[in-house]
């Protein structure tokens, strides 16, 4: 048997793992220094859980999960539909078991809940660049309060991150309120969810592909018309004469504004008001994200929004909730094609001793348990003699340092340090090359 994995899905070796915990690692600190805290939630949910949250795309994307043992035995002798089969799904994001853990834990937590997750969702869609179906998100989310300063809070997380990963990018934001305005001003307020997911298609389908669904979803031409004419406003100021007649739509330009008053001029990356911007997920109600790497041709790397009755569907009404996500797999992408990684990222070993002879390699293995009871990864190759093996090794490992011990070095104490990168030996003792390492 040829051995294979799903489609949509990938092994990771270790210096892909290093990289990916390189990115990871930032956007923990960043969560940690804005006051988050750390929770994580089942793979497997139940599917009243999941479904009619995500809309009808999304629910179509869901894994489900068979019934076990005697259930699904009792199921399939009713001749059942797949409904009767099927119980749990794997999660599909991680906000929505965010609001299920909210409610469960409503009286053991302290509001405004401020949260970060870092974990894997799975989604059942055509694998393509960038677009998996087992993949990590990284979350932050706060609930409890319907204060705009989170929005602003949240540009700025995503601003902090993208610029310690040295990825330029543009931060896009709109208000699911403005496109309730547009829904309004065309005169089509019932059809606002068909709209929306139209809309949310425009990146893909050019605006002739979104005309054409509308019109399959039965919006007529004259309201296709003005959602045109609306879609081609690029400031704020502009859209207000437009939504005169609309308390939805001012209400989402006003704010649009407050964000961006927060925020004032803060942000070294681009912050832009995008009208197209929809975010096709049911549960936004307010301001929306959405990041765009520059210089390379990629899905978005983040995105979220504000979602004010999200807990209601699990009983908790009048719940408020903000929070954003980053595309961990597709930033690992844009920072691979970028060529952003640091040269030690890929790297966990900081020194790697190499050995002349036997005798010389139980000295080093001394020196070996010496380094690492301060804390500096290290490692001895196995097999002392081949030096040219040795050094293949260190290469392959990626490696910032090799010490080097001989009979001279043995007998002096004054050690072969050499420096991968540059070529630059030096003769130390162990002291002074803890010393070198450890600070």
């Known amino acids: 048997m040829k051995p294979g994995i799903p489609k949509g899905t990938r092994d990771f070796g270790p210096e892909q793992v290093l990289k990916r915990n390189y990115i990871f690692d930032i956007i923990k600190s960043v969560f940690i220094k804005y006051g988050y805290q750390p929770l994580e939630t089942p793979t497997i949910e139940l599917l009243s859980t999941l479904t009619g949250k995500y809309g009808e795309e999304g629910d179509r994307l869901l894994f489900k999960v068979l019934k076990r043992g005697e259930k699904l035995t009792e199921a399939l002798a009713k001749n059942p539909n797949e409904g009767d089969l099927t119980e749990e ?103 606002f969810m068909t709209m929306t997911i139209a809309i949310d298609k425009l990146d893909k389908i050019g605006i002739e592909g979104v005309r054409k669904e509308m019109l399959e979803r039965n919006i007529h031409g004259a309201s296709i018309d003005k959602i045109e004419e609306i879609l ?84 908790l009404k009048g719940v408020s ?74 290469n392959s490992r990626n490696v910032p340092y090799v010490v080097l011990i001989g009979d001279e070095e043995m007998t002096s104490g004054q050690l072969s340090l050499k420096n991968m990168v540059s070529g630059e030996q030096e003769q130390l003792s162990l002291e002074k090359i803890i010393e070198k390492l450890k600070f």
């Open 232 to 315: 081609k406003v690029q400031n704020l100021p502009d859209l207000k004469p437009l939504f005169a007649n609309t308390e939805t739509g001012l209400k989402g330009i006003e704010e649009l504004e407050t964000l961006f008053t927060y925020l004032g001029h803060s942000a070294k990356n681009e912050v832009k008001f995008d009208i197209t911007l929809a975010r096709g997920l049911n549960y936004y109600t307010g301001c929306i994200f959405e990041v765009q790497a520059k210089g390379v041709q990629m899905g978005s790397i983040g995105g979220g929004g504000r979602y004010d009755d999200l807990t209601g569907v699990f009983g």
């Open 321 to 394: 909730g903000v929070g954003v996500s980053f595309g961990a797999e597709r930033i690992y992408d844009v920072m691979e094609e970028l060529k952003l990684f640091p040269a030690d990222a890929a790297s966990s070993l900081q020194l790697l001793f190499i050995a002349f002879d036997e005798k010389t390699h139980r000295y080093a293995f001394e020196c070996l348990n010496k380094i690492r009871a301060v804390g500096i990864h290290s490692e001895i190759y196995p097999d002392p003699g081949n030096l040219k093996k040795q050094m293949k090794y260190a």
């Open 89 to 191: 799904g794997l999660r599909y994001d991680l906000t929505v078991p965010f609001a299920r853990y909210v409610v469960m834990n409503q009286n053991n937590i302290t509001f405004p809940f401020k949260r970060y997750q870092i974990q894997p969702v799975w989604r059942a869609d055509r694998p393509q660049k960038g677009r998996y179906r087992e993949f990590y998100q990284c979350d932050v989310d706060v609930i409890g309060s319907t204060s705009l300063m989170y929005e602003a809070e949240l540009v700025q997380i995503y601003d902090e991150v993208f610029t310690k990963l040295y990825i330029p990018v543009i931060i896009k934001v709109n208000n699911r309120k403005i496109l309730q305005g547009i829904a309004e001003a065309a005169g089509i307020s019932e059809q």
